[in-house]
């Protein structure tokens, strides 16, 4: 099946000609990219597939997007598939396009268990001046020691299957969304060693859109907040203002007391 992909892929990349450089010159690139999980923390996978229904390289300015289809139903072997082939052009990202769920089966101290996660669409953008042009690299999903046993509770011999259902699901899930990254494949081998995962990835996922839209309606709500406590401030203007008015209408009175003393020493004159 692995080879079937491959050869389908060849085929689909091989076929693109209109890529030009920033010399206008078409070149070719014998680059290739491997998909792989990231080892787990004390755990070893006995099978990991995904199925993708497209893989888009996103190209960097001069370069258009391209969008490659897979065969619908097959699925990419996370462990041990062959790599995959960079098409012509300058890419400065990717995103794959999930057809399926990433299926996992995990073994243990003899214990096995079996993971189920609906991924969402992954897109890495390139870091700095990178390109995932003409050198090998490796797509990692999840980051070392992403996956634990405590994740899958397995202790005292015994583990939980984890499906959509499990409550672990969507932790694992976002921890693919934010650990996965590229890697250069220094030694070409598509396998991403210790070294090379110790140098910086060339390429990280893509920040959620609807995370910045959150802070900003957030930051909204905070200005929001703010007039109506400035407007409170007005309000408690108004009731010393009120309360003046009253201090004056107690004065008012008192002025008016005070008013009718002269009458009563006009009464006392006529008597005299």
Not at 125 to 145: M, N, P, W, Y
Request: charged share 30%.
């Amino acid at each position: 099946m692995k080879a079937a992909i491959y050869i389908f892929l060849v085929l689909q990349v091989g076929c693109r000609s209109d890529t030009v450089s920033d010399k206008g010159i078409s070149v070719g690139n014998p680059a290739e990219t491997a998909l792989r999980l990231a080892p787990g923390e004390g755990l070893t996978y006995s099978d990991a597939r995904l199925a993708l229904s497209e893989i888009t390289w996103n190209g960097c300015v001069g370069t258009a997007d391209l969008t490659v289809g897979l065969p619908a139903g097959d699925q990419i072997d996370l462990i041990d598939a062959d790599p995959i082939p960079v098409p012509e052009g300058e890419w400065c990202g990717l995103s794959l396009t999930p057809d399926g769920p990433l299926s996992i089966a995990v073994m243990d101290a003899g214990v096995a268990t079996e993971i189920t996660l609906i991924l969402h669409a992954l897109n890495f953008s390139t870091v700095g001046d990178e390109t995932l042009s003409a050198q090998h690299t490796v797509i990692e999903l999840g980051g070392a020691g992403w996956l634990s046993p405590v994740d899958l509770g397995m202790t005292d011999g015994e583990a939980v299957d984890i499906d959509i259902t499990h409550e672990n699901h969507d932790v694992l899930v976002e921890r693919i969304d934010r650990l996965s990254a590229i890697y250069i494949d220094t030694n070409e081998n598509g396998v991403l060693d210790e070294d090379e995962r110790d140098s910086l990835p060339i390429a990280s996922p893509d920040e959620d859109e609807d995370s910045g839209e959150d802070e900003e309606d957030s930051g909204e709500e905070e200005e929001d907040s703010g007039e109506d406590e400035e407007d409170g401030v007005d309000d408690e203007d108004g009731v010393d203002g009120e309360e003046d008015g009253g201090d004056g209408e107690e004065d008012g009175g008192d002025g008016e007391e005070g008013s009718e003393e002269p009458e009563e020493d006009e009464d006392d004159g006529s008597e005299a």
